[in-house]
């Protein structure tokens, strides 16, 4: 716990908006000595971006030279400590990038200097090491990268273990909070208003993603331009992805990285994204063209991939703006933080988290060290990943009750995301926590069971437990 | 001592399988709900019979385990009281049927929620709460008349999307594409057929056609599965149907196995 809980309404800092950015910044805020508090306007945080991205912590993004590449750099070396301190699935899978033309690979060493001049690490290879690093590739490779420090990452158990590692060490959690007013007080800390509740703080850290144009607003801010960016995805199978060993990366374009296949820490692999700017955050809604599209554009790199495999399609919103990535002082309001990254919040969050806290500590805040604090959290273990199931189940027999028979989560598993520090509020909530009902039949034969066990935690009825953080079941 | 043969599910199908290898080798029968019967229901009276039948057989019961993984032969089944791999020297799988998912349809839109798979449906609606006031129940599966006649009697106005339903208040034929609209709870659906474009307006969808075989076996869900013999036939719908059919299914393969 903090060593100084601050009165109630009064805090040192506010983040504002629970992904993985914010959410990042409260757990490294919550191991000093600073009180800190986390609204996040939706009733589950990782409802945004952080929700629908491939799972990529990237080791290169590019360009070089830019604060993004630093706070890349200086996170990658660290997932597999970091995400082992908060149970969160990783592997260092590696990627291919792969060049289909000669066109593809005169830009790909383009990339591939970039790759270079950005402090990462990248090896040319012929078509015929490109199909031995990942055999799945198509044979009409012209030449590829093995980009060894590539891994894939569970981005939601991520954002929910930050904020898990928050609400441990006594960081305040508001959900269902979306803020309606900032003002700057006589005393020169800024007042941040949401629907539930009043917040003074001395720092406001805008982590609101495609929201936080709206909150530079409303602080009186900076005007700060926030569109969102689609992206739409297709989900495949295990039966085809337990095939994949490596991210396939196609090669970069001017205009876009394009679309990607990408095995997850869940089993399945993700197709995508795709990138259409438009005018309306709400909007994460699918269509089939672009579906289409984004599978012929992964057959294209992997043949192997059909449409028979795909089990789910999604969309979601990620933060385009003029300032492609913004971890700075508003220039107008004292003590306004922007903490916005266009795509790249994954992996820049460790090393975003601690620029922030330096900036604050910088700007006069109070921050040592708190003796005491959490830096990991209890192991989750899961029945499908687990080497000995059986000493699992003999430890806690709901291990052995597997409620999600497809992606094989047990009782254990929905429990603990049902009881956390930051508990799953909802259906959905669950299976961002445990990926429960994420699998090829789609909740088909666990839904019924998991909204049962969902109601019961949140004390809600078969018709009005949530199904997603915005719905309930029944109307 | 043989090693037995691993039947999954304990429906009507999986009982069939287990009645005619029981007599010939040792039947381990598998079932993640800890009552034989499957979706029919252990109090049936025919599930009744079938289960006595296979008891006197010794099939051995093996309910409330899962089974996880199949792999060269070998089976991983967990359970509360544990986990272990059995040997074996056959799979059968007769997990049963589940209804299409908006993937398998090809389905586009939004996300929003109310939007659920007839499985689904049947346990809320068996709780006795009016789930919706408006429901749209999609295809013609097994669970489609039985959701609506349930939502029904609970006040509910039935839309069905099917070529052939007869249980609804109002029919759309089945479309060419559909889509989902609604931000947070589901508004409606968008149909896109021969006459063109249908906007139905609805809060709840239930997703009750193009039955697909349950396939959640690590290793065992691919057709052509080494060693693996798949019985999830779409026909015949009843219990004894489907019973005689497993058991054929049975023979066919116990035949090629003492040829073997």
């Known amino acids: 716990m903090s060593s100084h809980p601050a009165p109630a309404g009064e805090v040192d800092v506010a983040v504002i908006g629970g992904g993985v950015l914010g959410t990042a910044v409260a757990a490294r805020l919550s191991r000093t000595t600073a009180s800190v508090c986390l609204l996040e306007a939706e009733n589950d945080v990782c409802e945004g971006a952080s929700k629908g991205n491939a799972g990529v912590a990237v080791a290169y993004y590019g360009p070089p030279g830019t604060q993004e590449t630093a706070l890349i750099n200086a996170s990658s070396p660290h997932w597999e400590e970091l995400c082992a301190r908060l149970s969160v699935p990783y592997r260092r899978t590696g990627a291919v990038m792969v060049a289909l033309d000669d066109d593809e690979a005169v830009r790909l060493e383009h990339t591939h200097e970039e790759i270079r001049a950005c402090g990462s690490r990248a090896e040319r290879l012929t078509p015929r090491q490109v199909r031995e690093a990942e055999p799945l590739v198509t044979d009409r490779c012209v030449a590829g990268l093995l980009m060894p420090d590539e891994g894939v990452i569970d981005p939601m158990a991520l954002t929910a273990a930050y904020a898990s590692l928050a609400a441990v060490n006594g960081a305040a959690i508001r959900l269902g909070s979306p803020v309606t007013e900032v003002t700057a007080t006589a005393d020169g800390r800024l007042r941040v208003t949401t629907g539930t509740a009043t917040v003074t703080a001395r720092f406001v850290i805008n982590a609101a993603g495609v929201s936080a144009g709206h909150i530079s607003r409303l602080a009186g801010g900076e005007p700060l331009d926030y569109w969102p960016r689609k992206g739409q995805y297709a989900v495949l199978d295990r039966a085809f992805a337990q095939r994949l060993s490596r991210i396939v990366f196609s090669t970069h374009t001017a205009a876009t990285k394009g679309v990607n296949v990408v095995p997850t820490t869940h089993g399945s692999a993700l197709l995508g994204p795709t990138a259409t700017d438009h005018r309306d955050p709400g909007d994460t809604s699918t269509d089939p063209e672009t579906i289409e599209s984004v599978i012929r554009s992964a057959a294209r790199l992997v043949p192997a991939i059909t449409a028979g495999y795909v089990i789910k399609y999604f969309a979601a919103n990620r933060p385009a703006s003029d300032e492609q990535h913004r971890l700075r002082f508003d220039t107008r309001v004292p003590g306004l933080l922007h903490c916005t990254n266009r795509s790249a919040g994954v992996s820049i969050s460790p090393a975003a988290a601690d620029y922030v806290l330096e900036l604050l500590t910088a700007a006069g805040l109070d921050a040592s060290p708190c003796r005491g604090a959490a830096d990991s959290l209890p192991p989750a273990p899961r029945l499908r990943t687990a080497a000995d199931p059986g000493q699992l189940i003999r430890h806690d027999p709901l291990f052995g009750q597997v409620v999600c028979a497809c992606e094989h989560v047990s009782a254990a598993e929905i429990n603990r995301a049902l009881q956390g520090p930051v508990p799953a509020v909802s259906v959905d909530g669950v299976r961002k926590r445990t990926g429960a009902a994420y699998g090829r039949c789609q909740g088909s034969l666990c839904m019924a069971g998991i909204s049962f066990m969902t109601a019961m935690h949140t004390g809600a009825g078969p018709a009005t437990v949530r199904q997603t953080a915005r719905g309930t079941v029944g109307s | ?260």
């Open chain 2, 1 to 260: 001592m043989t090693a037995p043969v691993a039947v999954v599910g304990a429906g009507p199908s999986g009982l069939g399988c287990a009645a005619v290898l029981a007599a010939a080798l040792p039947v381990v029968l598998i079932d993640r709900i800890p009552i034989p019967g499957g979706t029919v229901g252990w109090d049936n009276r025919e599930i009744r019979g079938y289960v006595t039948q296979v008891r006197r057989l010794g099939t051995r019961m093996r309910l409330g385990e899962t089974a996880l993984r199949w792999d060269a032969g070998r089976l991983l089944l967990a359970g509360p009281g544990g986990a272990e791999w059995l040997h074996t020297v056959g799979l059968f799988v007769a997990c049963g049927l589940r209804p299409a998912t908006l993937a398998d349809w090809r389905v586009t839109g939004d996300r929003p929620a109310g939007v659920v798979p007839a499985t689904v449906a049947e346990h809320l609606l068996q709780a006795g709460v009016r789930l919706w006031a408006t429901v749209v129940v999609v295809g013609d599966g097994p669970w489609a008349a039985p959701v609506a006649r349930s939502a029904r009697r609970l006040g509910t106005r039935i839309i069905a999307v099917s070529d052939h339903a007869d249980w609804a208040d109002e029919r759309h034929p089945r479309p060419k594409q559909w889509s989902i609209t609604g931000r947070d709870r589901v508004a409606g659906i968008r149909l896109e057929g021969e006459a063109g474009v249908t906007e139905v307006p609805c809060d709840g969808v239930v997703l009750a056609g193009d039955p697909a075989p349950a396939r959640n076996i690590d290793g065992a869900v691919l057709p052509g599965a080494a060693g693996v013999t798949f019985v999830q036939p779409l026909t015949p719908p009843d219990p004894a149907g489907r019973f005689r059919a497993a058991q054929d299914a049975a023979r066919r393969w116990l035949r090629t196995y003492q040829e073997g």
